[in-house]
């Protein structure tokens, strides 16, 4: 492939091979999203069976969110969904947005690399499962389209994410192209009918009778949809009942009443092609509850594709944690949602405005804008934060009447700027920007403006956040030691890791303490918790191991005596504890345990085994425990492993053959650079974005003074 025409060649035959999996696998919507560069968000590329408005919540997904395209890439397997049931307890926010009866799955297209995940969705008509042939058969699909992928990218020729999504026919869902088709069509679907809708919602017949019911000629409803020109369906629940026949395809009836008292019964009927609908005066009285009968009134609701896309967006907003989370949600979800090209989020902060994050700005732009005073009259946003009240400006001309310096700041055409109120407290301004003159319709500035509030509260709260985990980060990195001694006959790795959940603290710790010139001591325990309470009761399990051993006091008096100190503190949290004393002198190791896992040795013919410990009960419970001591040899190239249970605990993995793998790892690994056998060993437990508990290790290899081979590190 080559030429001017490469790239739409190979966009037509991505499609091709897109739609030909929906169609045999007789889904009735499909959707391929693909990679963005960055690799942190999925753009949809590519859809099938139902309008592209409907999707406009997710055509941008962060690959971190908890929904079934997602979990499809990052864990790089087939993810199916057989009911709304399953949906709601696996998927819950996805759930919420699609209230709809459907069975879905979500495949990763994978080739060389990753690309992305193929989405397809079935009625709940389909049975709950999937038999292995569909599975081969989808998995075939996703492996051809990964190929076409990679054709495309050896010439340069991928997908922009910014091109946004096409909707391509799949064969089965044909689109009437004239007033004898779409008859010829609503008959096959419904003898007898009145109207008929393509899947945009667009009438394409309407029959006499339905003029008559409806109130309009049919010149005057052929190619609008119902609810801009029958204004009293103008309501979102009236739009919802058509959101779910054409996604679900089952047929949905509901009641509405045409001013002043004409109730109608109305029928859906769906299938691939669009939606035959049937019309009858209804028999009975009005339902208790009758749609509104004022259908012109001035604040019309919002659509019900917006209010889907708030909840959704609402939803992202109550799972963010630090500021970077909003900052990446707001650009990634709220940014597309309504098609602006630029972003500044901007805290209060000592009375000014200091800019926390942007997205389609030049640098120099950002930086005249950061620090401005909350007062400020270059831009709208200082009266927008006094005021409380969102500012729109649709083009240029609009800013430069009230703010003539504003529009020269960058080369912006249309802004909104959304002030962030909490309480009546201004925590900061979101502007979204675009790049060609926009109008804000009534509907949009309210969806905005309700969104600003959502983000004023997930902006507050992860500066919160931040501030406490910076706070804790920092009392945990000062108990810790900076660096480690350098010891003559030892060579020395060690790392901490913390969880990657909660605060991202942790009691974990190590040290290595000089005992004069032929010993030293090797400690390192866990305290119970990831939180401030167990990184400060860490630094006094440190402090008082840290005493005992410069005192000279053996292994397990050291463990005793902190254990009675931390009896008195009572602080409710239990700590486990591994000291080991070296005798340069004597070449002996005497360790002695306080409920934590065995160090692993490693002899220097590479043989490799827990050390037999002793056990010995956790610190802090009995005053009286006893800590028996074990004794090993020290001999020349002897390489010592001590670690905390994050390195080693995994769910439904027995802690005995945890340890006998890591000591395999350990066997393997090349000893010659300790810190290249530290990173071996940490990435052997897993993903560091998966890490739930905070993780030290600490290697240290016996060289006796004399040896005179060197080795990278030392």
């Given at each position: 492939m080559s030429g001017p025409g490469g790239a739409a060649t190979d966009a037509e035959e991505r499609d091709a091979a897109f739609a030909d999996t929906v169609r045999r696998t007789g889904a009735s919507i499909g959707a391929l999203y693909l990679l963005a560069p960055d690799e942190q968000v999925l753009c949809l590329d590519v859809l099938s069976g139902v309008p592209a408005d409907f999707a406009a919540p997710w055509v941008r997904v962060p690959l971190a969110a908890p929904m079934p395209v997602a979990v499809a890439v990052r864990e790089d397997r087939m993810v199916w969904v057989g009911s709304q049931e399953e949906m709601s307890r696996a998927y819950p926010r996805t759930a919420m947005v699609v209230p709809y009866p459907l069975a879905l799955v979500a495949a990763p297209v994978t080739g060389v690399q990753r690309w992305g995940v193929l989405m397809l969705m079935w009625p709940a008509t389909r049975p709950p499962y999937m038999t292995a042939r569909e599975r081969g058969n989808i998995a075939a699909s996703c492996r051809r389209l990964a190929r076409l992928l990679e054709e495309a990218a050896e010439h340069g020729r991928l997908p922009s994410p910014a091109d946004g999504p096409r909707v391509v026919l799949t064969g089965t869902d044909r689109r009437p192209v004239s007033p004898t088709m779409a008859v010829a069509d609503f008959v096959e679907r419904l003898p007898g009918g009145s109207c008929a809708l393509d899947l945009e919602g667009r009438f394409t017949f309407v029959s006499s009778g339905a003029c008559d019911l409806l109130g309009r000629d049919a010149d005057q409803l052929l190619g609008t949809v119902p609810w801009q020109s029958l204004r009293w369906l103008d309501d979102p629940v009236y739009e919802d009942r058509y959101r779910g026949a054409v996604i679900s395809r089952e047929p949905v009836a509901f009641t509405a009443c045409r001013p002043p008292d004409h109730w109608l019964d109305i029928h859906l009927y769906p299938d691939a092609s669009g939606i035959s609908v049937r019309i009858v005066p209804c028999g009975g009285q009005p339902p208790p509850a009758p749609a509104p009968r004022n259908p012109a009134r001035p604040a019309a609701l919002a659509r019900a594709g917006r209010l889907y896309q708030l909840m959704h967006l609402a939803a992202g907003l109550t799972e963010v944690v630090g500021v970077q989370d909003v900052i990446d949600l707001v650009a990634d979800q709220i940014m597309p949602a309504f098609g602006a090209q630029g972003m500044v989020l901007s805290a209060?902060?000592?009375?000014?405005?200091?800019?926390?994050?942007?997205?389609?700005?030049?640098?120099?732009?950002?930086?005249?804008?950061?620090?401005?005073?909350?007062?400020?009259?270059?831009?709208?946003?200082?009266?927008?934060?006094?005021?409380?009240?969102?500012?729109?400006?649709?083009?240029?001309?609009?800013?430069?009447?009230?703010?003539?310096?504003?529009?020269?700041?960058?080369?912006?055409?249309?802004?909104?700027?959304?002030?962030?109120?909490?309480?009546?407290?201004?925590?900061?301004?979101?502007?979204?920007?675009?790049?060609?003159?926009?109008?804000?319709?009534?509907?949009?500035?309210?969806?905005?403006?309700?969104?600003?509030?959502?983000?004023?509260?997930?902006?507050?709260?992860?500066?919160?956040?931040?501030?406490?985990?910076?706070?804790?980060?920092?009392?945990?990195?000062?108990?810790?030691?900076?660096?480690?001694?350098?010891?003559?006959?030892?060579?020395?790795?060690?790392?901490?890791?913390?969880?990657?959940?909660?605060?991202?603290?942790?009691?974990?710790?190590?040290?290595?303490?000089?005992?004069?010139?032929?010993?030293?001591?090797?400690?390192?325990?866990?305290?119970?918790?990831?939180?401030?309470?167990?990184?400060?009761?860490?630094?006094?399990?440190?402090?008082?191991?840290?005493?005992?051993?410069?005192?000279?006091?053996?292994?397990?008096?050291?463990?005793?005596?902190?254990?009675?100190?931390?009896?008195?503190?009572?602080?409710?949290?239990?700590?486990?504890?591994?000291?080991?004393?070296?005798?340069?002198?004597?070449?002996?190791?005497?360790?002695?345990?306080?409920?934590?896992?065995?160090?692993?040795?490693?002899?220097?013919?590479?043989?490799?085994?827990?050390?037999?410990?002793?056990?010995?009960?956790?610190?802090?419970?009995?005053?009286?425990?006893?800590?028996?001591?074990?004794?090993?040899?020290?001999?020349?190239?002897?390489t010592l492993a001590f670690y905390t249970d994050g390195l080693i605990e995994r769910p439904g993995v027995d802690v005995d053959e945890a340890i006998d793998g890591l000591a395999r790892h350990l066997a393997d690994a090349d000893d010659r650079d300790l810190d290249a056998l530290v990173d071996a060993l940490l990435r052997q437990a897993g993903p560091d974005g998966r890490r739930t508990d905070d993780t030290a290790l600490l290697v240290l290899q016996h060289r006796p003074a004399g040896d005179g081979e060197r080795h990278p590190g030392e």
């Open positions: 209060a902060d000592a009375g000014r405005l200091r800019i926390t994050g942007y997205r389609g700005y030049a640098a120099d732009v950002i930086e005249r804008l950061d620090g401005l005073p909350l007062d400020t009259g270059l831009t709208p946003a200082g009266q927008a934060i006094a005021g409380g009240i969102p500012a729109f400006f649709g083009d240029p001309d609009e800013m430069r009447r009230i703010y003539p310096q504003a529009p020269l700041m960058s080369d912006k055409q249309a802004w909104a700027f959304l002030p962030l109120i909490v309480s009546g407290r201004p925590v900061g301004i979101c502007i979204l920007s675009y790049d060609r003159p926009h109008t804000f319709p009534a509907e949009e500035r309210a969806v905005m403006t309700s969104l600003a509030g959502l983000v004023a509260q997930a902006l507050d709260r992860a500066r919160l956040y931040d501030l406490k985990h910076e706070l804790a980060h920092g009392l945990q990195q000062a108990l810790l030691p900076r660096s480690l001694p350098t010891i003559a006959e030892l060579r020395v790795a060690a790392r901490y890791l913390p969880a990657t959940r909660g605060m991202d603290i942790g009691g974990d710790f190590y040290d290595l303490i000089r005992l004069g010139d032929t010993a030293a001591a090797a400690v390192i325990g866990d305290v119970q918790g990831h939180n401030v309470a167990a990184a400060a009761l860490m630094g006094q399990v440190r402090s008082g191991v840290l005493v005992h051993a410069t005192l000279g006091t053996s292994p397990d008096q050291v463990l005793a005596r902190t254990n009675r100190l931390l009896v008195d503190l009572a602080p409710d949290l239990f700590t486990s504890c591994l000291y080991a004393h070296l005798d340069f002198a004597h070449r002996r190791v005497t360790l002695a345990g306080a409920g934590h896992p065995p160090p692993l040795r490693r002899l220097p013919d590479g043989d490799t085994r827990p050390v037999e410990l002793a056990p010995g009960p956790l610190l802090g419970i009995d005053p009286d425990a006893v800590f028996p001591v074990t004794e090993m040899p020290l001999t020349p190239g002897l």
